[in-house]
């Protein structure tokens, strides 16, 4: 079992930064797939990075060129870093985490991001 927690949301003005961080626990990390969705109210559940266990990256149109996912296995951690934000932006983020040959996604308690002037 794949424990997460994650931390760096709060309130941000549009066109500032900010960066996740998602800590893992209670599986070899450097094997996991990892990643985040985001949820805003109202709306369905969208996934924003991906970061493989070999490094490779994918985005969501709407962050592509804005938002980017890294990771750091030495500390069991992966990061979204997050610039140029805008309003719609705003949402809860959530880390995932899937161990390999598994179709299974670990999910954090979240973290919430708010873009407003």
């Known amino acids: 079992q794949v424990h997460l927690v994650e931390s760096g949301g709060g309130l941000a003005e549009p066109g500032a930064s900010l960066r996740l961080s998602c800590v893992a626990s209670?599986?070899?990390?450097?094997?996991?797939?990892m990643g985040w969705y985001r949820q805003a109210p109202g709306r369905q559940r969208e996934l924003v990075a991906t970061?493989?266990?070999?490094?490779?990256?994918n985005y969501a149109e709407p962050v592509k060129g804005r938002f980017t996912i890294s990771r750091d296995n030495a500390k069991n951690t992966v990061y979204l870093q997050m610039i140029s934000l805008k309003p719609e932006d705003t949402a809860v983020y959530y880390c995932?985490?899937?161990?390999?040959?598994?179709?299974?996604?670990?999910g954090g308690q979240g973290t919430q991001v708010v873009v407003s002037s």
């Open positions: 995932y985490a899937r161990e390999p040959f598994s179709s299974y996604d670990y």
């Open positions: 209670g599986s070899i990390f450097r094997d996991l797939e």
């Open positions: 970061i493989t266990s070999g490094g490779s990256t």
